[in-house]
């Protein structure tokens, strides 16, 4: 999930297949995990947290997936849909609390194909 | 609840001229959280506020630049004098305590400095 220069890393998926979308955190102290979907024009939209004292954890659709030893985050998207295409990212916190801020990934930029 | 509020949603100024972005929090929230998104550098906290006060300003670029909270509604970003390189998409987060990790955000205000 990070980014290189003024491109956000892509993929390209077709509809009705699975998505994996992954991202690497930096700060092993982090307690808190969220993936963020960002649409066009638009500001992020919370999909799925996950707490560090957990390795995975399921939504509607989405699943994801967490790898303290090597700090690795990942959300599945299972039977993408075009309404998915968006922005996606992955941030932490090192509290579970809303009153510390999220650090942020760089993102990466799902394209459904229909 | 009408989530986060941010005005205006678009601005194009001259580069000199003050700007002044705003926000009004979700209620019952007690922090907000200022963040900037350019292509080159994501999206970065520029500052945040609990219960009205400034805990942490460090992601502030310069002087130029200033944020208030008056009281637990309402919040603004102010930068005097505009350059071209603060050209960018500005966000207004809230978030609480008591509940998850998760902030929410507006839609937020897409700056353009000429």
């Known amino acids: 999930g990070e980014s290189v220069g003024l491109h956000l890393p892509t993929l390209s998926v077709q509809e009705g297949d699975n998505s994996i979308i992954n991202c690497a955190y930096s700060n092993s102290a982090s307690d808190y995990f969220i993936w963020y979907k960002q649409e066009s024009g638009k500001g992020p939209q919370f999909i799925i947290d996950?707490?560090?004292?957990?390795d995975k954890r399921q939504g509607q659709r989405v699943t994801v997936l967490l790898n303290k030893t090597v700090k690795h985050l990942s959300l599945q998207i299972a039977a993408t849909q075009p309404g998915d295409s968006a922005v996606y990212f992955c941030a932490e916190n090192p509290t579970s609390s809303g009153n510390t801020p999220l650090v942020f990934g760089k993102g990466t930029r799902l394209s459904v194909i229909a | 609840d009408a989530g986060v509020i941010q005005s205006p949603r678009h601005e194009v100024t001259e580069m000199g001229q003050e700007v002044t972005l705003r926000c009004k929090p979700i209620?019952?929230?007690?922090?907000l959280f200022w963040y900037r998104q350019t292509m080159m550098r994501g999206l970065e906290l520029l500052i945040y506020f609990n219960n009205n006060v400034p805990i942490d300003d460090s992601g502030m670029p310069e002087d130029r630049f200033s944020a208030k909270m008056p009281n637990a509604s309402f919040s603004t970003l102010k930068i005097q004098p505009s350059e071209p390189r603060d050209s960018a998409v500005y966000f207004c987060a809230s978030g609480t305590g008591s509940g998850t990790g998760e902030l929410f955000f507006g839609e937020g205000s897409r700056l353009t400095v000429l």
């Open positions: 209620s019952g929230h007690n922090s």
């Open positions: 996950i707490r560090s004292n957990m």
